[in-house]
C-alpha cells in the first residue's frame, strides 16, 4: 500500500506562482508513476501531468503546459505553478501506479488551490 498526501494549496492572485508537494509513504519503491490531477468544482477530473520512469518521463496536458512543472525527488512530488489564471482554480490530488500504463491505484486527498483575478 501506497499513502499520499498532498500541501502546498492556497489563495492566489492571477499571475502569481505556486508550489505543490505530495509526499508518498508505505511502499513507496513499488511506485512507477506518479501523477497531479485536477477537479473543479461541477467538472470532471482532470489530468495535469506525471513522471514516470520510462519514456516520456514527464507528460503535461495542453492546459498547463509551459506553466507548469513536475518534478519527483525520492521523498517527495512537486507540482511548480506559474503564471496561475483563475481556471486552474480547483481542487489538486496526486496520484500514485505501479504500472507504466493504465490506471492509477493510489489517490492522495487532495489540496485547494484558488486563483482570484
Known amino acids: 500500500q501506497v499513502q499520499l498526501v498532498e500541501s502546498g494549496g492556497g489563495l492566489v492572485q492571477a499571475g502569481d506562482s505556486l508550489r505543490l508537494s505530495c509526499a508518498p509513504s508505505?511502499?513507496?519503491?513499488?511506485?512507477?508513476?506518479m501523477a497531479w490531477f485536477r477537479q473543479a468544482s461541477g467538472k470532471e477530473r482532470e489530468f495535469v501531468g506525471q513522471v514516470s520512469r520510462s519514456y516520456p518521463t514527464t507528460l503535461y496536458a495542453d492546459s498547463v503546459n509551459s506553466r507548469f512543472t513536475i518534478s519527483r525527488t525520492t521523498d517527495t512530488l512537486y507540482l511548480q505553478m506559474n503564471s496561475l489564471k483563475p481556471e486552474d482554480t480547483a481542487v489538486y490530488s496526486c496520484?500514485?501506479?505501479?504500472?507504466?500504463?493504465?490506471?492509477?491505484?493510489?489517490w492522495g486527498r487532495g489540496t485547494q488551490v484558488t486563483v482570484s483575478s
Open positions: 508505505g511502499r513507496t519503491d513499488s511506485i512507477y508513476r
Open positions: 496520484a500514485a501506479s505501479n504500472r507504466a500504463t493504465g490506471y492509477y491505484d493510489y
